[in-house]
């Protein structure tokens, strides 16, 4: 399957910090996703890009669709204690149903 | 809305046992999708419906996995044997027909082979 490499794997963070998190990936994908999971529970769509340099917010989450197509950044404005999670990249490729997960980036928010 | 419901949530077997987990997706949605999910890894697709079909099994371990979903609703994935190496999260998801890039996932079942 597609492989899609997540950075950084882990990061620790004071609450009210800003976090930056990214996906890359060797293949184009058509469609972006970002999911969040948390212990016990299956993944939650977070947030879903459709289209090259796409620039969509949900709440204090921002997330870009890069401009190559292999590539998608996603940001937390002041953290908070729920963020604490993994947060997994998916991407679509045109024509495609199935979706390809990424390695996850594990985030602990510390009070 | 019931979300993806899944059972059990937790099993563990010894090894050359059979197991099965059941899931019931989101009322309406067409496509289901089984996934499993290895500790410190994203989901990894084995086997996607849409309704009763098995479009997509290239993943399936199909020697000693298989699955099910007779009447295009809940589904049913099974192992026998189950090996040491089986140990792991699946997870089930669904979508309407045409929207995979919007899955919705079940808690999943941890299974652990001893």
């Known amino acids: 399957g597609q492989q899609l490499n997540q950075s950084p794997q882990s990061m620790f963070i004071q609450e009210g910090e800003d976090v930056s998190m990214n996906c890359t990936s060797s293949?184009?994908?058509?469609?972006w996703l970002w999911y969040k999971q948390d212990p016990g529970e299956g993944p939650v769509l977070l947030i879903a890009l459709y289209k090259a340099g796409e620039l969509t917010s949900n709440g204090r989450l921002t997330a870009q669709f890069g401009i190559t197509r292999k590539d998608s950044f996603l940001n937390i404005s002041a953290s908070i204690p729920s963020d604490v999670g993994i947060y997994f990249c998916a991407g679509q490729q045109t024509g495609a149903n199935n979706l390809f997960f990424g390695t996850g980036t594990r985030l602990t928010v510390i009070p | 809305e019931a979300g993806v419901v899944q059972s059990p949530r937790y099993k563990i077997i010894e090894k050359k046992q059979p197991v099965a987990f059941w899931c019931n997706p989101i009322?309406?949605?067409?496509?289901l999708y089984w996934y499993l999910q290895n500790l410190g890894q994203g989901p990894e697709l084995l086997i996607r419906?849409?309704?009763?079909?098995?479009?997509?099994d290239s993943q399936l371990p199909k020697d000693r996995f298989s699955a099910e979903r007779l009447k295009g609703v809940d589904s049913t994935l099974k192992i026998q044997p189950a090996e040491l190496g089986d140990s792991a999260v699946y997870l089930c998801?669904?979508?309407?027909?045409?929207?995979?890039?919007?899955?919705?996932f079940g808690p999943g079942t941890r299974l652990t082979v001893t």
């Open positions: 998801a669904s979508s309407y027909y045409g929207r995979s890039y919007e899955q919705y």
């Open positions: 293949s184009i994908f058509n469609t």
């Open positions: 009322s309406g949605h067409n496509t």
């Open positions: 419906y849409e309704n009763e079909e098995a479009v997509d």
